[in-house]
């Protein structure tokens, strides 16, 4: 199916999605906004339009508490180099000027913060599809995504198997490391559009080899039970998830994604999760410690998240990101 179909068939049935799993007024609008991103640089460019909404910082101030970790754990000599290399390449196509020169510092110090402690780092590549900025360091293409998602990928590496869900997963960076650097049978993934067209665009373009079930309508899972069953990727709408079976997911994961979302849908979902996880299986989920629902300024706080039915394996400040918790949770047996 081409993209642009692919973007339509997906709205045609969200319409039919129960109200629940809709966009709240924060995701519509902004995707309205990724919609017209699309019509003007293509999927060829979502690294430099769509992607720097989901977990790409390029609006970052001397004081952001990100900079204040990385410069306080790197050291001035460090720091400094990140700085001069900042100018190295200062502007990227399709970004504006101040949002590039944050993207460099920032993605610099990230690279050598992650690099330090997490050398599978060096073994990924870049993937090159959707134009991502050209930020390098040796040579090589480096980005904040691949750094993070590697960091996050420490946190839940140990409960990697059988089958991975994602909900919320963006563009699909975390299944792109989790697919480079773990084995599994299987990762669904669970998204509105048009974050959902775009992941399995990125997916099929960076894992051609592997079979993949693209998204499509269905009323049940036996209807589509044998093809999900023979597929590595999975790529669902999130109302698409009630049809799977109780206990499919050995990890499930969401990451800066149910923090934006209504607290009846974060009920909803967690719910879902609770679910779908099996006995002994695992939730791994980070957010912000506190954050602001735009649009009801209702404030959500780590400790409104309904996690009961699990265990808790851990739970701390992530590195980097040190407003945000981050939690990996057990489902009780
Ligand atoms: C800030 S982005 C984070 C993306 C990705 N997890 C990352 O860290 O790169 C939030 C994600 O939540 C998704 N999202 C927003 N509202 C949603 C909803 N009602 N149901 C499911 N996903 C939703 C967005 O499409 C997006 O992929």
């Not at 079976?245 to 607290?263: K, Q, T, V």
């Not at 209702?298 to 394996?313: A, H």
């Amino acid at each position: 199916m081409e993209f642009n179909q692919l973007l339509t068939a997906m709205v045609l049935e969200m319409d039919r999605a129960p109200d629940i799993v809709k966009p709240s007024k924060f995701w519509s609008d902004l995707n309205e906004q990724h919609g017209k991103r699309l019509g003007e640089g293509g999927i060829e460019n979502f690294r430099r339009t769509l992607a720097k909404d989901y977990f790409t910082w390029m609006r970052v101030l001397p004081w952001d508490s990100q900079i204040r970790f990385l410069v306080k754990t790197l050291g001035p000599v460090t720091t400094a180099k990140c700085a001069a290399m900042t100018f190295s390449n200062p502007f990227h196509d399709r970004i504006p000027m101040t949002e590039s020169l944050a993207l460099n510092f920032l993605t610099r110090l990230l690279w050598a913060y992650a690099s330090r402690s997490h050398p599978e780092l060096a073994t990924l590549s870049e993937p090159q599809f959707g134009n991502p900025p050209d930020i390098r360091a040796s040579g090589r293409l480096i980005s904040q995504d691949l750094a993070n998602s590697v960091l996050e990928f420490a946190s839940y590496r140990s409960a990697v198997n059988g089958t991975v869900y994602e909900l919320g997963g963006g563009y699909g960076r975390n299944a792109y490391v989790t697919a480079k650097l773990a084995s599994f049978e299987r990762y669904v993934f669970a998204d509105i559009s048009p974050a959902l067209a775009v992941a399995q665009e990125f997916i099929r373009h960076s894992f051609p080899n592997d079979r993949l079930f693209g998204f499509r309508p269905f009323d049940s899972y036996s209807e589509i039970a044998d093809e999900i069953e023979n597929s590595r990727f999975v790529f669902l709408l999130p109302h698409q998830l009630e049809m799977m079976p109780d206990g499919d997911a050995d990890l499930f994961l969401n990451i800066s994604s149910l923090h934006e979302m209504r607290i009846d849908q974060v009920d909803y979902y967690l719910a879902q999760i609770r679910r779908l996880v099996r006995p002994n299986g695992h939730f791994y989920l980070k957010a912000w410690e506190s954050s602001n629902n735009p649009d009801k300024a209702e404030q959500i706080n780590s400790t409104d998240y309904d996690l009961s039915g699990f265990q808790q394996v851990f739970w701390r400040t992530p590195e980097v990101q040190t407003r945000f918790f981050e939690t990996l949770q057990m489902r009780a047996a």
